[in-house]
C-alpha cells in the first residue's frame, strides 16, 4: 500500500466559509485503485510557506509516497501551489501536469491555464491537481496508473519503464 497525504489548498476551505469537495473526491478516487491508502486530508490557505513546510514534513517525516494537492494552481495571486511544490521538489515530473493539461484540453480550452507541477522529494513523489471536484475525477483517474508505476520505481519495487 503506498501511504498518501492530501492537502486542500483553499483560503475559503480553511477559514470554513466554504466545504472542501475535492480532497474527499481524491480520498474516494483512491480508495477504489486498492493499492493507495490515504492518510489524511490537510486543509490549508493558500500560503506558499505553510504549504511548503507542509509538503515537506508529510515527505520526511511522515513517510509518505504520494502527496495529492488539490487547489491553488491557477492565475489568482494567492495561487501559489505550484510554487511551493517546487521550493520542496528536488527533481520536476514535468510530464505528469502535461498530461493532466492534454486531457483536460479535450474537455475545456481553459486547462491551458493550469500552472500544476509534480516533483520528487526523497522517495515522495508530489503531484498538484486541479481545485474542481469534476476535474480532480477526470484527471486523477487518468494518471493514477502511471502514478503508481512511477511510484513502484521510485520505492525500487520496479525498474523497467519500457514495455514490450
Same mark, same amino acid.
Given at each position: ?8 489548498? +483553499?483560503?475559503? +476551505?480553511a ?6 469537495e475535492s480532497?474527499?473526491a481524491?480520498?474516494?478516487? #483512491? ?5 493507495? +491508502? ?10 506558499? !510557506? ?5 509538503? !515537506? ?12 494537492t488539490?487547489g ?14 517546487l ?8 510530464g ?16 491551458? #491555464? ?5 516533483g520528487?522529494?526523497?522517495?515522495? #513523489? ?15 483517474d487518468?494518471?493514477?496508473? +502511471?502514478?503508481?508505476?512511477? #511510484? ?9 519503464? !519500457?514495455?514490450?
Open positions: 500500500m503506498y501511504k498518501v497525504f492530501i492537502i486542500t489548498a +483553499s483560503d475559503s +476551505s477559514a470554513g466559509t466554504r466545504a472542501d480532497g474527499p481524491i480520498r474516494e478516487i #483512491l480508495a477504489a485503485y486498492g493499492r493507495f +491508502s490515504a492518510e489524511g486530508i490537510i486543509v490549508l490557505p493558500d500560503d506558499r !510557506a505553510a504549504l511548503a513546510r507542509e509538503m !515537506a514534513r508529510l515527505a520526511d517525516e511522515a513517510g509518505a509516497d504520494l502527496i495529492l488539490t491553488g494552481t491557477g492565475f489568482s495571486k494567492r495561487d501559489v501551489t505550484p510554487e511551493a511544490t521550493d520542496v521538489t528536488e527533481r520536476r515530473v514535468p505528469i501536469p502535461e498530461a493532466m493539461r492534454k486531457l483536460s484540453l479535450e474537455i475545456t480550452p481553459r486547462a491551458m #491555464l493550469s500552472r500544476a507541477e509534480a520528487i522529494r526523497g522517495n515522495t #513523489l508530489i503531484v498538484n491537481l486541479p481545485g474542481s471536484p469534476k476535474a480532480v475525477r477526470e484527471t486523477l487518468y494518471i493514477l496508473p +502511471s502514478v503508481e508505476h512511477g #511510484l513502484d520505481i521510485l520505492q525500487g519495487r520496479d525498474g523497467d519503464c !519500457a514495455r514490450g
